[in-house]
Structures are given as C-alpha cells and as structure tokens.
C-alpha cells in the first residue's frame, strides 16, 4: 500500500475532528510532549521520605563521561571507607579507575581482534568488535576485575582532568586509532606473520594507548600519602600506601562474594541459569562476566535485605524510561501518552528487550527503600551521578512498579541472595551473543 492523498485526507478529517487534538497539538508545539503528558500527581507519589535508609557520602558528579558504573560501584564501597576513616564523606578517584579501565578495554580489543584474524571483516562478530571498542560503559562484573587488579585511590591521589571529565574528544581518537591497529593486525596476518609475531605487534601498539592516557588522564600512583581530618577534626596521614593496600585495608571487600541478579524475562533466558556474554569483559585475565537470571522479585528481596543490614546496593537500569530528570522521579506512570497523543507504549519488559526498545543504559546505587506495614516496597531512594542540580539535590526516587519495568541488575553480596537462585552458578554457564541485549553496558550521561 502507498500514501496516497486520499488516505491523508481521510486522516486529516480525522484527526480535526476531535477537538481535543489541536489543544494538545498547541501544548506540545510549546512545552515538549513529556512536559504536556506529565501526571501531575506523580510528586505526590514520591515525597522523598523512605523507612529505611543506608549511610551515603556527598552526591558526585560523572559530567560529560559515561563512567555511571564506576561512580555507582565506587559510591558503593565508600560507605565502607567512610566508617573505617571516621569520616562524613569521602570521594574515590573515578579517573585513576577510567585510565585502567581504557588501558585493559584496548588490550581486551587487540587480544580479540588477533583471535579473529581468521575471520571475514565483514563477520557480524568482527563488525560487532569494531563498532565500539573503547567506550566509557561497563557492567559490574567489569569493574570488580578492576578492582581486584588496580585496587582504588582516593580523589586526591589522582584528580579529575579535563578529559577525564569530558571523554568524548578522548574515546573518538582512541577508537580510530584501534581501528587502525586492528586493520594492521589483519594485514599482518594475511602476509603470514604468527600469532607470536601479531602479539609482539599489539605489544608495541599498547605503548601509544598508555602513552595516550598519561597525557590525558595523568600518571597512575604506584604508592601515595592520603592526609585528612576525621569527624572528631583529628588529623590522620596513611603514608606510602598502595591502590591495592589502600582498597583490601579500607574496603576490605571479598569481590567473589558480591554476586550479580540480572532480570530478562524473555524465552531464551529462563530463570535460575547463569550467563555470560562472549567478547564482552575489561581485563582479559579476570574472571569472565557472570550473572544469574532471576524473577524480579529475587532482585528485589535482596536489595531489600542489603538496605537492611545498611549496605547500599550497585544497580543497572534503563534510566531514560520514564524519568523526570529535573523532579528526580523514575515512575512508570510519569507521563499519560493515551491521554495526549491516544495511546500508550503497550510493549511488555520482555518484548521490550527482544525488539530493541529498552537494555540496561544506567547504574546507580540504591540507598534507600520504603516498606509499607507488609514489608513491600513502595519507592527506592536512589543516589544518582549526575551532581546535586536536580531530584532532592542530587538524590532521586523511584516506584516499586518502574523497577519491575525498567531495572536489569543488581550486584548483592552472595548472603542476601535465595540459595535456589545461587544454585545457578554451580552449574554450566550459559554464554550469549556478544550483541545480546544483556551484553549492554552502563554509560548515561
């Protein structure tokens, strides 16, 4: 069938017909059609006020980086530090674990390229490699392996810069530059050099990446001094320590017990199976991405646990669904499209991941959930990255019913997890595609 002019005029007939239709249209042409469709209610929904709470530092900011997984994995782990420092707040350098993170990212993408060398450049997997090697995105299980390798530093050890803060320029270059790499590579191979010989080749290659990141992200510390004043205003000063000693002494977290919920209800992924995803990681040797695929409610029963025992929880989202960025508010019912434009998005979580509508963009920390008299959740308290401009300076609320809808993972340590759900990781590990939707990465700016 084609447009034809009788079927545009049958519509605009139709469409001038209900008079409600040009109100709207005038709303629209004026505010935008979220401002237009927004449910005036939903600040009534969410009072920021929540029955249990976790201890939090002061709201960071990621500015114009996709760093989200390494603020929210980092704003985790400082409420450790802060009791251990006896401090009110404290602040992790998000660019000493960026400078790792881009260094691992290009070696895991020269590694892979030179185990697919073999492999016509118009594959669908090394087109998938090539398109993306090096962004700001990761899931947890990518920043744990950092983590457990570089350790952490505080702030002052390794400041922001400008390009760490602004990532663009920075990611554009290295991409073609890997790129190139990765065409040299292939190259290489066809003349008939060994494997030996390509991996010599990439050696050389990494140099210009670490010298790339030194001189836009700074020199990472081997050993540094740490001095500041605890909440009685005592001086403390902890000389000649590394990101390694600092992060097992000051964190002390075990990263093997902290384990990843995912929820894709779709066909192909059933509950109580664990997944990894191929061609997907930061560091080569850590462990490979793993998580177990759960009901909704598993995730939320052990986030609920976390919160309880005052342990905040690391989680991914599709944080574009359904937000008020300015109120702070994360509500399925934020905007009414049926009332403004006749009808609504009817896709469910499911078909939303196999059409490609939604995937895990975002993480953030919950840091606070409110329970009704039965102990259900009604709202989450959310510490976001985007600084302190919007929601309750910095902090956002979301409904209980956006998180069945919009919320992919959670990291929980291993004892807030249902034993019927940990069975899962004794058993073979289901690997997907690397285009999986699962395989999506948190880098929302």
Request: overall charge negative.
């Amino acid at each position: 069938m084609r447009i034809t002019e009788g079927i545009l005029g049958t519509y605009r007939d139709k469409f001038n017909d209900n008079v409600a239709n040009k109100a709207v249209q005038n709303a629209i042409a004026k505010v935008g059609i979220n401002k237009s469709s927004a449910d005036n209610n939903m600040t009534r929904r969410h009072n920021f006020v929540f029955s249990h709470e976790t201890e939090k530092g002061e709201i960071t900011n990621q500015k114009s980086s996709g760093r989200c997984w390494m603020f929210a994995a980092l704003n985790t782990a400082r409420v450790d530090t802060m009791e251990k420092l006896n401090v009110k707040t404290f602040e992790f350098s998000q660019n000493y674990t960026l400078f790792w993170d881009k260094l691992e990212k290009s070696n895991y993408f020269l590694d892979s390229i030179i185990e697919t060398v073999d492999e016509p450049l118009n594959s669908r997997l090394v087109q998938h490699l090539l398109q993306d090697p090096v962004q700001d995105g990761g899931q947890w299980d990518m920043f744990s392996g950092i983590l457990e390798k570089y350790g952490a530093v505080p702030k002052a050890a390794m400041p922001e810069t400008y390009h760490s803060s602004n990532t663009k320029e920075l990611n554009e270059l290295l991409t073609s530059k890997l790129r190139d790499f990765a065409a040299k590579l292939r190259d290489s191979f066809k003349e008939g050099k060994s494997e030996d010989q390509l991996m010599d080749q990439k050696e050389d290659y990494l140099y210009f990446v670490y010298s790339l990141l030194v001189k836009t992200l700074g020199e990472v510390p081997e050993t540094f001094t740490y001095e500041y004043r605890d909440k009685d205003d005592g001086f403390n000063r902890i000389s000649g320590i590394t990101p390694q000693d600092f992060f097992k002494k000051y964190v002390k977290w075990d990263l093997e017990e902290r384990i990843s919920l995912i929820n894709a209800p779709t066909e192909d992924k059933p509950f109580g199976k664990a997944y990894t995803v191929k061609y997907l990681g930061t560091i080569k040797e850590a462990h490979p991405i793993k998580y177990v695929n759960a009901p909704i409610g598993a995730l939320k029963e052990a986030a609920v646990r976390s919160i309880k025992e005052g342990e905040p929880v690391w989680f991914g989202c599709d944080v574009g669904k359904m937000l008020d960025r300015e109120a702070g508010i994360m509500d399925d019912q934020a905007y009414d499209y049926e009332a403004t434009l006749g009808e609504s998005v009817e896709l469910t979580k499911a078909q939303r991941l196999d059409y490609g509508d939604s995937l895990l963009t975002h993480a953030m920390v919950f840091v606070g959930v409110d329970l009704d008299d039965e102990g259900i959740p009604i709202k989450w308290k959310v510490e976001n990255s985007w600084g302190d401009k919007n929601g309750d300076k910095g902090m956002y609320s979301m409904s209980d019913r956006w998180f069945d809808e919009y919320n992919y993972q959670v990291a929980v340590k291993r004892k807030y997890i249902d034993d019927k759900w940990l069975k899962a990781l004794d058993e073979p590990v289901v690997e997907l595609e690397p285009w999986d939707p699962m395989g999506a990465l948190a880098m929302m700016k």
